[in-house]
């Protein structure tokens, strides 16, 4: 991929490294619903946080395959309806790698603008199917889930990003 202008080359992402993340976001997803606040609606999904950010800066990696078995392994933890966080991941990878070419070239808090209906849509998804499946509503606390996910955004590049930078001293023998 060309990278835009005043960029820095990046490493290329370990396979060991995607999966990790992907699997201490899932190991975050179940210590916050286990803790103090117990499945609150507005807590941020950190799964949908690193998917969709591998899904946006590794599409040939991380695909709908990751999302529908993450996506399961949170309906399982949350005793959900079996499905529901598959269809809102699976969604959500989908319009990732649709955009994903146009959104790497913005800023990071830019791409965070960008990211936030995405995280919406699949909020969305996962808040009908509750509604009709069980008839419970959610409230207006969901709406702060998607805009924390999206505040997150910046913090979650720095933090998957720092493996893959580049030493900032150039060297003599290094050609790039």
């Known amino acids: 991929m060309i990278m835009p202008r005043g960029q820095q080359l990046l490493l290329p992402a370990s396979s060991f490294f995607i999966a990790m993340s992907l699997f ?3 190991l975050f997803n179940m210590i916050e619903n286990v803790g103090l606040l117990g499945n609150a609606a507005w ?4 799964v949908a946080l690193v998917l969709l950010f591998w899904s946006v800066h590794q599409p040939q990696r991380v695909s709908i ?3 529908f078995f993450l996506g399961l392994a ?3 933890h949350q005793v959900s309806f079996l499905g529901q966080h598959a269809l809102a991941y699976v969604v959500l990878g989908f319009f990732a790698t649709l955009i994903h070419r146009r959104l790497l070239w913005f800023s990071v808090p830019s791409q965070a603008l960008q990211v936030l209906p995405l995280f919406a849509i699949s909020h969305a998804i996962s808040m009908l199917i509750r509604m009709s499946l069980s008839g419970s509503l959610m409230g207006w ?3 702060f889930a998607p805009l924390l996910e999206a505040m997150m955004w910046p913090l979650m590049s720095i933090i998957l990003l ?3 930078r580049r030493a900032p001293d150039p060297d003599e023998n290094r050609p790039l």
Do not use: E, H, K, R
Not at 43 to 46: L, V
């Open 24 to 26: 201490i976001a899932l």
């Open 43 to 46: 807590m941020p999904d950190f």
């Open 65 to 67: 395959g990751w999302a």
């Open 74 to 76: 949170s309906d399982v």
């Open 141 to 143: 606390s969901m709406v």
């Open 162 to 164: 720092a493996p893959q």
